[in-house]
């Protein structure tokens, strides 16, 4: 698929210029942030090709590229948290995007029935030296 941005130029017009030329990595991705609009809450990390991030703007609802399936995919579409874009930001080298979200359905984003992909905390014990999970609410 050809690209519906254009080519990112120099450094200037990437950090400080007014047209959006993300910068897709080796793969074809940028990563994407996505952030509950209400609350500020980090709800997920996902990435995004040309398509998806196209897709994205022209319906207002997050469309991202799954790494593991090969495919696009269009949160919510089967489980009905859907995530209605309220605000789209791009960091200053464009590589990276941040959605501000409406979810839909019972609010929740992660795979494994949670609101956030972001549960547990990396904490590091001192007696083993080892990092290990703990809740994030504990």
């Known amino acids: ?3 519906a941005f254009p080519e990112p130029g ?3 017009e990437v950090e400080e210029g007014a047209v959006f030329t993300p910068r897709f ?4 991705l940028v990563s994407c942030i996505a952030v509950d609009a209400a609350d500020g809450q980090v709800l997920m990390l996902a990435h995004m090709n040309a398509e ?3 897709r994205t703007l ?3 609802e997050a469309w991202y590229w799954s790494r593991s399936r090969g495919e696009l995919w269009h949160k919510g579409a089967t489980s009905g ?5 309220v605000e789209m930001r791009v960091d200053c080298d464009q590589d990276a995007v941040l959605i501000r979200v409406a979810v ?3 609010g929740g984003c992660c795979h494994t029935g949670r609101r956030t992909c972001f549960y547990r905390r990396v904490d590091h014990d001192p007696a083993t030296g080892q990092a290990i999970l703990r809740p994030a609410d504990a």
């Open 58 to 60: 022209e319906t207002g």
């Open 25 to 28: 990595d080796a793969n074809g």
């Open 104 to 106: 839909g359905g019972d």
């Open 52 to 54: 998806s991030l196209a």
């Open 1 to 3: 698929m050809t690209s």
């Open 81 to 85: 948290q859907v995530q209605r874009v």
């Open 10 to 12: 120099g450094r200037a």
